[in-house]
């Protein structure tokens, strides 16, 4: 099991005033006295590398500095394991991904790695325990931990806009683990899916922490510092240091290096940065951004460079084609013409330690002039949030929960076809030849962030789900 920090809700704060905040102590001081003698547990499939792990880690922590026995699991399979939930999560979102098969074979490997795990999580959780099961990987412990007398919630943080034969697969291919669940909670309503019963679904829009080394503020000073300790920029940083505070509350610092393929000299720290970060996934087609972005002549793009960042290739456990797709934009990199591909940045920033990773996307995401996320699907695509937090306006696609967070043109600006690098060419044209706009997008989206998409919420929810499931529990009995 991660260890699980102990952080205190009480620095929020500075962002909701003491009145808020008492309410909230209130409820928690109840949700408290509830789960007194209980474990609430998570199990997901990897610790770092990916929204889910960033947003259970900081959940978790605040619960338990709320004095909630919260506790982490991560399980762990061969490769083929991977593959199989990585073609699932493609199904899910309406995409055959690499057209494997979800027949019997991967049926047994997915139910092979769940027995193991269940084989060494059962014995630990007991009667009235709440066990929260994260997304497709080990969704398949469902039943066994049902036995062991605990709620048993599945938290899905994946969907797709459309429904056809690929997402009728990867439901049914789940619907027998996930029809005895105890409650659904998923991110926007529309993604549930028919095979589901309605009246266990909860809604919880994902959060991010504004206290992580991903989130926190840093001075100017201290961004170009980090950019230049990391070799994503050259300039001088005057008397900035590259550091940033950990998760702990203790003082961290940035020294390694970004792997970076890149055609001539590195940018200034002048240099207008367009930045997508997310993972080396298809599905937030990289290529498609540096083939919209390289179609921008140059003096249209106000000497602006495009910046593709991600984790350093097979970072998260969990995403067997990270490294696959990694390779595939560096290939398509290498064929762009000489002046192209000196436009052109490929980011991989190291994750041997998590909370350095952040604090250089950190300083990143601050000092991007424009940050995209040109996903042609996306769940909710919680880099939106953190870019918004940043106060950076943002160029994303009209799909999924991106809709939810972004209104045309007031946030940031929305393509409505994400596969049109025309449209999107046109948008990132309009941002850096109007910088007033962009500054009112930045503050618009800062603004949204504040009101919609910070974790107090995301645990109050949570604590009315638990209520709501010891009520039906004790009206059973």
């Known amino acids: 099991m991660p260890p699980v920090s102990v952080l205190p809700l009480e620095r929020y704060v500075v962002f909701f005033g003491a009145e808020r905040m008492r309410e909230v102590s209130v409820r928690l001081a109840e949700l408290r006295s509830r789960l007194a003698g209980r474990a609430v547990w998570n199990v997901s499939s990897t610790l770092a590398g990916g929204g889910v792990a960033e947003m259970v880690r900081s959940l978790l922590a605040y619960a338990r500095g709320s004095g909630v ?25 309406g995409s055959p991904g690499d057209g494997s098969p979800l027949d019997g074979d991967a049926l047994r490997v997915y139910q092979s ?20 099961i994260h997304d497709p990987q080990p969704a398949a412990m469902i039943p066994r931990l049902l036995q062991c007398g605990a709620h048993v919630v599945w938290r899905c943080h994946i969907g797709g ?30 993604y549930v899916p028919a095979q589901l019963d309605a009246s266990r679904v909860t809604i919880i829009t994902p959060s991010i922490d504004p206290f992580s080394a991903k989130n926190q503020p840093l001075g100017d000073e201290t961004v170009r510092a980090i950019l230049v300790r990391a070799g994503i920029a050259t300039g001088p940083v005057d008397a900035g240091l590259p550091l940033f505070t950990r998760e702990d509350g203790t003082p961290g610092r940035v020294d390694r290096y ?50 593709l960042v991600g984790p350093t290739a097979s970072a998260a456990a969990d995403d067997p084609e990270d490294g696959k797709v990694y390779g595939e934009v560096v290939k398509a990199w290498r064929t762009l013409p000489d002046e192209a591909r000196s436009r052109v940045d490929v980011v991989a920033v190291p994750t041997v330690d998590t909370d350095e990773n952040a604090a250089i996307i950190n300083a990143i995401q601050r000092h991007a002039a424009i940050i995209v996320q040109k996903s042609t699907h996306e769940g909710f695509g919680l880099t939106v949030s953190e870019a918004m937090w940043k106060a950076r306006p943002v160029i994303a696609s009209a799909v999924g929960g991106i809709r939810d967070q972004v209104e045309d043109g007031v946030q940031g600006l929305l393509l409505r076809d994400p596969r049109d690098l025309d449209a999107f060419g046109a948008a990132v044209e309009r941002l ?41 529990r004790a009206a059973a009995a």
């Open 258 to 307: 970004a792997e970076v393929l890149r055609h001539g000299s590195p940018p200034t720290l002048d240099t207008p940065l367009v930045v997508q970060v997310s993972r080396w996934d298809r599905l937030k087609d990289p290529i498609g951004v540096m083939d919209g972005f390289v179609r921008i002549e140059a003096e249209a793009a106000h000497g602006a460079r495009l910046l």
């Open 432 to 472: 850096l030849g109007d910088p007033a706009l962009a500054e009112r997008m930045g503050q618009a989206g800062r603004a949204r962030v504040l009101e919609r998409y910070l974790g107090i919420d995301a645990l109050l929810r949570y604590g009315a789900l638990i209520e709501k499931l010891d009520a039906r």
């Open 161 to 190: 806009d459309v429904v056809n034969a690929e997402t009728d697969q990867g439901w049914s291919f789940l619907e027998p683990f996930l029809r005895v669940a105890s409650a659904y909670v998923f991110s926007r309503a529309a």
């Open 113 to 132: 790695v769940a027995d193991a795990s269940c084989d060494e999580l059962c014995p630990m959780v007991r009667p009235n325990d709440v066990v929260i």
């Open 69 to 93: 026995d919260t506790r982490w699991v991560v399980i762990q399979g061969p490769q083929e394991f991977f593959h199989v939930t990585k073609r699932l999560h493609n199904a899910i979102h």
